[in-house]
């Protein structure tokens, strides 16, 4: 029951935030609700966001003659739903790049099992580590239905720099110490387009759980310059501009005031960021993030 209400809940934030940005994107694509195009000259942009559960962003980049997935899904349910959206345009999948190594972005991976994975080497070896005790965890909370056989380690290191996939220049930079201990941010120069990982969310509730508030507003406060004029790809929710990124600096102010209040717990934590931003989707992630917050 709880979890059912959960999913109203989570549908009705999806319904507000899809209204309000109905006016910014090109259009709600036709195969699939999920999944709403920003186009840069050849280069589409297809972001991938279910309205259920933590409302994780997979990006399918389409270039001229191939195609390049951002990440997977918490579910093995989605992440299949993703692939099959990408087999619908009719184009390789030349590389699949995961941003970091959280649950959410790495669980339902299996479904890209075909194609060559890349990870920051650090992420590699978290997926290792962490991979399946996170995929158990998974089966306890949500079941086998929607779950994933096994994780796939990514085979390839995504090292920082440049490089080049059917003509188009990527360019791939480490950022350590804010949502999650180590992440990789992707810059397209050709589409003004910023795939930030899980440093930007777009009206989905923050993840608390590695306990950097500080430092993540810090690194925020650092892009600001960098992220000006160029259109967000975010790790939680749909594409957006720099505003999205001052939107995610007030949530963080706020996070940390109401973390830093003497005796604060986590159930007080999270109704305090709901009435907040009672707009925002997935307050299900607090609940993932802030036992580990308010561990004593
Ligand atoms: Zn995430």
Redesign the pocket.
Known sequence: MKKFIFSVALMLAFVLQVNAQNSYFNKVADANTNVKIVKFGPIKIHTYVNPQL?Q?SSHIVELKDSLVIIDAQLTYTFTKEVLAYAKSLNKPVAKVIFT?A?P??ILGNYAYKDYPMFALAENIDLIKSNGESFRQVFLKNFGEKDAAPEVVIPQHELKEGTMKINGVKFVIKKYKDH??DIAAIIEIPAANAFFA??LI?NQVHL?PGNNHLAAWQKTLDGIKKMVKNKTIFP??GYAGKSNVLDENRAYLKKAIEIASQPNMDAITYKAEMVKAFPNYGAAI?IDFGATELFKK
């Open positions: 933590v994780v970091h959280h959410d972005h949502e999650s990982g899980d969310y993840f790790g939680h992630l």
